[in-house]
């Protein structure tokens, strides 16, 4: 069942993805596609449940097992790993390095102070040091895509310490191939 | 074949067929000492068709967002003059008001029309200038800027900058679903146009200096690019796509290079791309992060962002490359410089005490000084004039856009009915014209 949830929540966000370079309505500037995105998602779509296989998925999904956790917080201002996550991040090396197929994406962010392009930097300076942990231990480069979202995508909306602590973080993102 | 429909869907949920709404500008620090006017109502009898705007009411309000001017209040006009001959000079200068303008709107055709106007010295009682404009239904709230302008120009000995436009981002959210929009305006916030929509960020909006291109930041395909969008036509090329960051397009001040921020090389560094030969020149060499370039307006050189010394600063670099040289020192945040079209101050964020805010930097002299009071103020952009300042800033729990002027005495803040709004950029002079 796990799969064919994250098998429909790529493709939803295939299709959103799509959305945003194609169509266009009456006084609204039709928006040309370079890209190849709705075909290639299909195919991500399509792949996913099956190159994970059943025990990666439910490994992924387990609340027990570390790789339900994908989520690491960052001081402010530092891109250092603490601690406490190299545990963690050791399983999902481990788990990359067992699946050669799996591929992650390592995505940076921020709080939302000061500036939004220095704040693309730091978020990438934060999933660069994930992205470093992760082949250290195992993983392949191959697997794996850095992006920075900045401030761009908080996951908490407050103003305050409390959300922008949950806001300085990088999340792995598994996708298929 | 079943995703070719599951995609048109979702693209119709995703966007709502209503306009955009338009930002609403309020004067939140009014300057003592600006200069009385009065902008009569323009005559509008005599015509065949309605004239669609009031064009005495957008030169007034134009002027008074300018900060320079205090028009007088419609309902405190003492007389209502439409020709040169009906003013009373004496008592428009017991009230103190030092400037006078009237005009007439007259229909010439289906959907065209003549604005003429005068504006008058009133202590020494004869006109400064007078025109005869011709204009249309969809042109008349655009040919009223440039009369703005005009008159701006001959009271201040400064250009004016109200036939402007403004870029900037709105998001908005529902549920767990943000979208992201990129918008212009004409500079007092009307006239909204979305040219761009995305489920995924958009940052950085940048024009070109002829007014007619944005380069702007697109998350879409879950990966940063950069793209030129003609706003026109909405016809746009993806321009940069390397792997890593593709970030802060800057168009150098001929229009035919971009300075970017790259990461391809291993961390965020200066880039120079030129347009038609798409090649690309490494401006910067460090192993911290350097990003947000902007273009000296002689095009000589370039001032970034860099945490080379330990903390985000802004430092200068010759655009051919070699040593930067550091140019701010007061606290341990200074970054997205805009430069003033004289070249002689930057724009700045300045973080200090938990607070970001706007501060202007005066590049001869070194001299630094705090132009607003906010917690989360950022993006500045000069007008192309120089005289005001357009940036971000959080009020309450929303983004808002403010602007100041450049001496720091004048605020208003431009906000929307929902949603957040972010990273202006104000527009070159217009070249249409």
């Known amino acids: ?177 | 074949m079943k995703k070719p429909i599951l995609l048109l869907a979702a693209c119709f949920l995703a966007w709502p067929l209503l306009a955009p709404a338009a930002l609403t500008i309020e004067i939140t620090q009014g300057v003592e000492g600006a200069l009385p006017i009065a902008v009569v109502p323009f005559d509008e009898s005599n015509n065949a068709y309605q004239p669609p705007q009031d064009v005495a009411r957008i030169i007034a309000d134009d002027l008074r967002r300018s900060g320079r001017f205090a028009p007088v209040d419609e309902q405190n006009l003492i007389a209502r003059p439409v020709q040169a001959a009906q003013i009373r000079f004496k008592d428009w200068r017991t009230l103190g008001v030092g400037s006078l303008v009237i005009g007439r709107v007259e229909t010439t055709g289906e959907g065209s029309f003549r604005i003429q106007f005068q504006l008058f010295d009133v202590f020494r009682g004869r006109q400064l200038i007078g025109f005869s404009v011709p204009t249309t239904r969809t042109r008349m709230r655009y040919d009223a800027h440039r009369i703005s302008d005009l008159i701006y120009e001959k009271l201040t000995g400064q250009r004016g900058a109200f036939a402007t436009r403004i870029a900037y981002v709105t998001v908005e959210k529902k549920g767990k679903k943000r979208s992201y929009h990129l918008q212009v305006a004409d500079a007092d916030g009307y006239n909204p146009q979305t040219i761009l929509r995305s489920t995924q960020p958009l940052m950085s909006p940048a024009w070109s200096p002829d007014g007619q291109r944005l380069a702007y930041v697109s998350f879409e395909k879950r990966r940063a690019s950069i793209f030129v969008q003609d706003v026109g036509s909405g016809k746009r090329e993806r321009v940069l796509a390397f792997a890593g960051i593709n970030g802060a397009p800057a168009w150098s001040p001929d229009g035919r290079r971009l300075a970017v921020t790259l990461s391809r090389d291993g961390n965020p560094e200066i880039y120079i791309y030129t347009l038609a030969t798409r090649k690309l020149q490494r401006v910067t060499r460090s192993t911290a992060i350097d990003t947000e370039p902007v273009w000296s307006p002689d095009g000589a050189s370039l001032v970034f962002t860099s945490d080379r010394g330990g903390s985000p600063q802004l430092y200068r670099v010759p655009v051919s490359g070699g040593r930067a040289r550091r140019l701010t020192f007061e606290g341990n945040y200074n970054a997205s410089a805009d430069f003033s079209p004289d070249g002689k101050h930057l724009a700045l964020v300045h973080g200090a005490g938990g607070k970001y805010r706007i501060g202007l930097l005066d590049l001869d002299s070194g001299r630094f000084r705090l132009l607003t009071d906010g917690r989360l103020d950022e993006s500045p952009s000069f007008a192309p004039n120089g005289s005001m300042i357009i940036y971000a800033t959080a009020a309450g729990k929303r983004g808002v856009l403010a602007a100041v002027s450049s001496d720091g005495r004048f605020k208003q803040r431009l906000s929307l009915q929902t949603g957040d709004v972010r990273e202006p950029a104000w527009s070159p002079f217009d070249r249409r014209q």
């Open chain 1, 1 to 177: 069942m796990n799969t064919v949830k994250l098998g429909l929540a790529l493709m939803f966000a295939g299709v959103l993805a799509g959305c945003s370079t194609t169509g266009s309505k009456p006084g609204e500037v039709a928006v040309e596609d370079r890209g190849t995105t709705a075909g290639a998602t299909e195919e991500v779509t399509t792949r996913a449940a099956g190159d994970y296989g059943e025990l990666g998925m439910q490994a992924l999904n387990d609340p027990s097992s570390p790789l339900s956790h994908r989520v690491i917080y960052f001081a402010f201002d530092s891109s250092e790993v603490a601690e406490q996550d190299r545990d963690l991040l050791a399983a999902h090396a481990a788990f990359l390095a067992a699946n050669p197929d799996v591929k992650v994406s390592v995505e940076g962010h921020t709080d939302e102070r000061g500036s939004r392009e220095y704040n693309i930097a730091l978020g990438e300076r934060r999933a660069q040091a994930v992205k470093r942990i992760l082949e250290f231990q195992g993983a392949s480069p191959a697997q794996m895509t850095v992006v920075s979202y900045g401030e761009e995508k908080p996951a908490a909306e407050g103003h305050d310490e409390s959300a922008w602590s949950l806001n300085r973080r990088v999340e792995l993102v598994y996708v298929g191939r």
